[in-house]
């Protein structure tokens, strides 16, 4: 399979089952409304036995074209093709997010901390993809409201990286941005009122550390509100509790040897299962002309 047949196309997995089905609305709507193309993937396992049931293969097909219809009808004018493959889903998508503009999964969301996502591979696409991903959550069946929720990372480059994605984001949708920077909290049961205090004032100072570095971004971008949030928790928590009066949540993958890399990619697919919303994960990369100090 090559990966060009996707260039500069919003890649969705449509497996048909109905946390897929939510994704592809939501592929649909974006592409309609950013004027890009828009590709239902369908990926079959290389071991069905379609010779055996020959009609199986053709109705799969003939369903993904009939979902393309209906979404044509719903959106006048958007460029949608389809696309039926065999293979490892997994592996699939992640070598269509080659040079997809957006590839697009289903999630069932989570019960506890845990969910089934897409095929049950979306964990994989979102380590290895080689361009952004969008987890959407079963239950996003409208166009969430509220501001973009963006995870700043302890790396100066990851953090601008993703804060100048979710201000372009947020440009795109009309909406605002709320970064938020968690440092480890405390053990409760043994915090004293002087921790406390001292945990305050390091998110302080955090903080203003955090507004000096973004302030060639709000520079850039000085018609979108910016907000920024330094809490003691931990990051999976944060940025979950966050989701549930965002429109998206965006975080910075940037996988990496040793346990940092192994952390934030463990973040990245555990927020993706719990969000309330849609959750982008892109690839850690400063967008030219854009540097830190």
Request: with cysteine; net charge neutral; glycine share 8%.
């Amino acid at each position: 399979m090559s990966s060009e047949q996707f260039r500069d196309r919003i890649v969705v997995g449509a497996s048909g089952a109905p946390e897929a089905d939510v994704a592809v609305e939501w592929a649909a709507r974006r592409a309609h409304s950013r004027g890009t193309g828009l590709t239902l993937l369908r990926v079959e396992s290389p071991f069905a036995l379609h010779h055996l049931e020959p009609r199986r293969g053709h109705d799969g097909a003939d369903s993904l074209l009939a979902q393309a219809e209906a979404l044509v009808g719903r959106y006048p004018g958007l460029d949608v093709d389809t696309c039926v493959m065999r293979g490892h889903p997994a592996q699939t998508m992640i070598r269509a997010s080659k040079d997809a503009l957006l590839t697009v999964l289903g999630t069932r969301g989570a019960q506890g901390m845990k969910g089934r996502l897409y095929g049950g591979n979306a964990p994989e696409v979102i380590t290895f993809a080689r361009g952004p991903i969008v987890v959407v959550p079963q239950w996003v069946t409208e166009q969430p409201t509220g501001p973009v929720i963006v995870g700043l990372d302890d790396s100066p480059e990851v953090a601008l990286a993703s804060l100048e994605e979710a201000l372009m984001e947020a440009s795109a949708t009309d909406s605002s941005v709320v970064a938020v920077h968690v440092l480890r909290a405390p053990t409760a049961a043994s915090t004293s009122e002087a921790q406390r205090l001292a945990a305050a004032d390091l998110e302080r100072v955090r903080a203003a550390e955090l507004e000096t570095m973004m302030a060639p971004a709000r520079e850039r971008h000085p018609d979108i509100p910016l907000e920024v949030k330094v809490v003691h928790s931990m990051p999976v928590r944060a940025l979950t509790e966050a989701s549930a009066s965002a429109s998206m949540v965006l975080l910075a993958h940037r996988a990496g040897p040793g346990l940092s890399g192994w952390m934030r990619t463990s973040t990245s697919r555990r927020v993706a299962v719990a969000a309330a919303c849609p959750v982008m994960v892109t690839r850690a990369a400063l967008p030219p002309g854009v540097t830190h100090h």
